[in-house]
């Protein structure tokens, strides 16, 4: 028992022993390595191979990106007065100014009646793919130049109503421009109306300024932003706004407007409105021509 703990001992004090104890002693084998054992019955398959397990990888599944849900944005409504930024681009800035009240309601009333009796209406036609049509409106054109729109050229007629020059001037001294023209256009019933367009013809030169003179019942005009180039044409998601034109109200459109807006004013239904002529002055220039609007509105009895 004595000399089985000795060796005990001896052989528990290896690890720390002297490095000269062990000279001339042959090293010792590596331990081997554990052997893996199984106690499954032979010719058994190992728990991991059965299809009985559950199975934890997750596995891949493609997903299309969901597009991105573009909603019409709703019109816009200015029905107050100020100057308003529309919008800013290359082309510059396009801005209005909405004055309501421009011409007060009792001189108004009298202008509106003469000019209705005493301008020289017409109806042109439009030839549109071999189609012909008459526009949903009647117009007069004022001025010593022709103005050609949609390929219909009106000629020049310096012979200026002297309501239409009192409204010339009173808009020459509110604005600062000065006008040598004027387009006039009667929407006879709610049935009228002018398509989207923009005011750019090349007569008109860059940036032509537009003032717009309303006279009679209050009728909509509307403005929708030109799209982007990305939209192909598309006008379904550009900005639009709505803009009601009251009894002897002026709106002056200026800038990129004509660059980068299309105006209208569309058809009403029957009870809404009876008349609204619309004048274009122009700008004075030599060789160009500027718009100005004015427009007027008469209540129609329902039927």
Known sequence: MTERRQRARVQGGWAGAPAGRLAGRAPLPAPKAPVATSL????????????????T??????????EVERKVPEAGVID??????????????????LIPGFVDSEQADWMFEQLLQDIPWGQRTHVRQEVSFEEPRLTSWYGELPYTYSRITMQPNPNWHPVLTVLKEQIEEFSGYTFNSLLCNLYRNEKDSVDWHSDDEPSLG????????SFGATRTFEMRKK????????????????????HGTLLMMEGATQE???VRTPWHHLWALFAKPC??????????????????HNHFPAH
């Open 40 to 55: 499954a019955p032979a010719g058994a398959r190992p728990a991991w191979m059965k299809n009985d397990q559950p199975h």
């Open 57 to 66: 990888q997750k596995q891949f599944v493609f997903e299309k990106p969901s």
């Open 80 to 97: 107050k007065p100020g100057v308003y930024e529309l919008s800013k681009a290359p082309t510059g800035i396009s801005r209005i100014h």
């Open 206 to 213: 860059k940036n032509p300024v537009i003032a717009s003179l």
């Open 227 to 246: 799209p982007s180039p990305e939209e192909n044409g598309d006008y379904t998601y550009v900005e639009r706004l709505k803009i009601p034109l009251d």
């Open 260 to 262: 980068d807006w299309q």
């Open 279 to 296: 004048s274009k002055y122009a700008q004075d220039t030599p060789i160009k021509v500027r718009p100005f609007c004015f427009q007027q």
